[in-house]
Every structure is written in C-alpha cells, then in structure tokens.
C-alpha cells in the first residue's frame, strides 16, 4: 500500500513523476479537455494508447512493478482500458480491466470529501477542532479538520514506526474504534510542529478523520462512502476492503526486496483496521474514472465545495507550504511549494495542471 513505502529504501518504485508520464500519455490518448491538445482523428488516439501500453508494458518487463491496470474516460465513456503483468505471480493470473486492487492513500481523497458532504450538511465546520468529536485525544482542540485534510495540522505519522518490524507488530492487530483511538495518541512524534505553520503528511490525521465521520454519522465510514459517493458516482467494484471479504479479481500485493534490486517478495499483512480511512480501500481503474468523472463533473459536491477541494491549501500566514526535503526529490522539485487540496495533490507537469 502507498502509505506505507518509503521511496527511499525501495530499489526499484513507480515513482510520482513515473505515474505522472503514464498519467499524461493516457491524458493525450483521450483527448482531456484543458489538459492537452485533443488528438485530431481515431487513428491518432489509438496511435496514443499503443504509446501508454507500450510504458506500461515497460514497467512490467523492467520488474519495477508486478503489473498494473489502467483505463482513461473522457465524457463519461471509458476510451480505453487494460491490464498487464501478474495479478497473482504464483497462479500465473494476469491483470484485467477488472482486477480489484488495494488503493492505498487514493483513499485520502474520499474520506476528505465524505467531510466536505457533511460540511454541507450543516453537521460539521471544516473549521471545528478536533475536540468537538475526538474530546479524549491530546491537544485536540489545538487542530482543525481542515487542518488535518490539509496535512497542516503538525500531526505526526504513525506509518513512519522503526523499525519495521515494530510497525508490522501493530499492524497485523484488528482494532475497534476505541483501539485505533489510543493508536493514534501514541503516535510518535505526536506533532511535527506547531498547527498551521508547517505541512507534513500524516496518515495519523486521516486515520482520525474517519473516526469523525463515524462519530457524526452514527455509522462506519465506509457505510456512509457506499451511500453517499460510491453508488451516487456508479461505482461497483470499490468499497473499504477487508482480508475476509472473497473478491473476484482481487490483485495480490507485493514489495520490492530492499537488497537485491529486480525481486520481490509478498507483502506483508496487515489488517486493513489499521490503516483506516488513510488507506484501507480497494477500488478497479475503471471505477476510480467514474469517480473523478462523478466528482470533477460536479455531481457529488456543490460547486463552491469543489473549487476549495482544488483550492491548495495555505499556512497561517498566508504562504503555500514549502516542500519538506525528501531524498528522491530534485532541487528542482524542492523549490516548489506544496501544492495539497482535499486528499489530492495540485500542480503542473510539463505544463499541463493535473489533479493526482
């Protein structure tokens, strides 16, 4: 899962500028309107999607990934979409169109607009402390949501346990609320800095802000999904996942050997309480389409709600947010600021903006 690799110990990884040239061939093969250039005829879009297939074929035959699925749609119809590479290396079965995957922090996103929905419900502020829902947790009422959607809330990350195995430990438990609760206040550092003067990823802050969604709704988080964005975008292969749920088509997971570049291994389990509402849902490239088809077509949230979804957010003194030293950033990409919405990246990648 994406919330737990750290790009700087693995040998070989799709990296974020990786995904992004896959992500703007399949953008030039549909012809995204504001993006790039449509393609002129048929002929030229299929001239595209032989391009993307051939990357993502690459990716698969250099082994910096087992294999992958990906679908592009433009005005709601899905143009294009396949599979490559293993789903499962020890059976032998290939990815499909319709391989379920484990989506990792993709889930970020929807738990930030479950908020955003109810924000419009007149049950919460974005601009609430923490303390209105989570009295018991420490220095809640020093955080707001938004703070927290935002990655600004100086909230530590839970995910970032060493070693490892200590991590593992923890992970591999089935918590309840109450467990996932006193999980979190043990995060270690429990703040990063001060709330609002920095940005920090931290899966400990979405992890809590499903707890509010269920706090609110009076239902688990992934009830409220189903009803209110996944069956309203049609989606029918996405849900919160669980280990004991048989899903057919399910992809299995794998992680690179840190010391022998080229191999992987299974990866290891963990119970998908524990990542929570920062990473635990499963989804199909074709259903996540119909979600941001869903969501940037206007159809989940109200237009004024979606534009500060898209908005990146700004420290308390008005600036974007620097963006932390990371070893697998350039200088180049060390000078731009951060550029975060509601569980979803900003920016610009040779000079087309996207939403990532």
């Keep these: 899962m994406t919330a737990y690799d750290d790009p700087a110990t693995q040998p070989a990884v799709l990296t974020r500028r990786t995904a992004l040239q896959l992500a703007m061939a399949l953008a030039a093969g549909s012809a995204v309107p504001g993006v790039v250039a449509a393609s002129a005829s048929s002929a030229s879009v299929a001239l595209d999607f032989a391009a993307t297939d051939a990357l993502a074929m690459a990716l698969v035959a250099e082994k910096v990934i087992p294999g992958l699925s990906l679908a592009v749609m433009r005005g709601g119809e899905i143009l294009h979409a396949r599979g490559f590479g293993s789903a499962n290396l020890e059976t032998g079965t290939p990815v499909t169109a319709e391989t379920v995957f484990r989506v990792g922090s993709v889930s970020k996103q929807f738990i930030a607009v479950s908020l955003a929905l109810l924000a419009e419900d007149g049950s919460l502020s974005l601009d609430d402390?923490?303390?209105?829902?989570?009295?018991?947790?420490?220095?809640?009422?020093?955080?707001?949501?938004?703070?927290?959607?935002?990655?600004?809330?100086?909230?530590?990350?839970?995910?970032?346990?060493?070693?490892?195995?200590?991590?593992?430990?923890?992970?591999?438990?089935?918590?309840g609320d109450a467990e996932l609760l006193a999980a979190m206040a043990n995060t270690s550092p429990l703040f990063k800095f001060e709330p609002g003067t920095g940005w920090a990823y931290s899966n400990t802050a979405y992890l809590l802000l499903g707890l509010v969604v269920q706090v609110v709704t009076g239902e688990p988080y992934g009830v409220f999904m189903q009803k209110r964005l996944f069956t309203p975008a049609g989606l029918v292969r996405t849900a919160v996942d669980d280990a004991g749920d048989v899903v057919t088509d399910r992809a299995s997971g794998y992680t690179a050997k840190p010391d022998r570049p080229g191999e992987i291994r299974n990866a290891d389990f963990i119970s998908m309480?524990?990542?929570?509402?920062?990473?635990?849902?499963?989804?199909?490239?074709?259903?996540?389409?119909?979600?941001?088809?869903?969501?940037?077509?206007?159809?989940?949230?109200?237009?004024s709600t979606l534009r500060d979804m898209l908005t990146p957010a700004r420290l308390a003194n008005g600036d974007l947010p620097p963006t932390p030293p990371r070893p697998d950033l350039s200088a180049e990409e060390l000078k731009k600021p951060i550029r975060y919405g509601y569980g979803v990246f900003l920016g610009d990648f040779e000079g087309h903006e996207y939403v990532e």
């Excluded at 490892?164 to 089935?174: P, Q, S, V």
């Excluded at 524990?274 to 077509?297: E, I, K, N, Q, V």
Aim: charged share 20%; glycine share 8%.
């Design 273 to 303: 309480t524990f990542p929570g509402a920062a990473g635990a849902m499963r989804s199909t490239a074709s259903d996540l389409c119909r979600w941001h088809a869903a969501l940037l077509g206007g159809r989940i949230l109200q237009p």
């Design 129 to 175: 402390p923490l303390s209105r829902f989570l009295p018991l947790f420490p220095r809640a009422k020093d955080v707001t949501l938004r703070q927290m959607i935002h990655h600004t809330s100086g909230l530590g990350n839970y995910t970032e346990t060493q070693p490892r195995e200590e991590f593992f430990k923890h992970a591999r438990l089935d918590y």
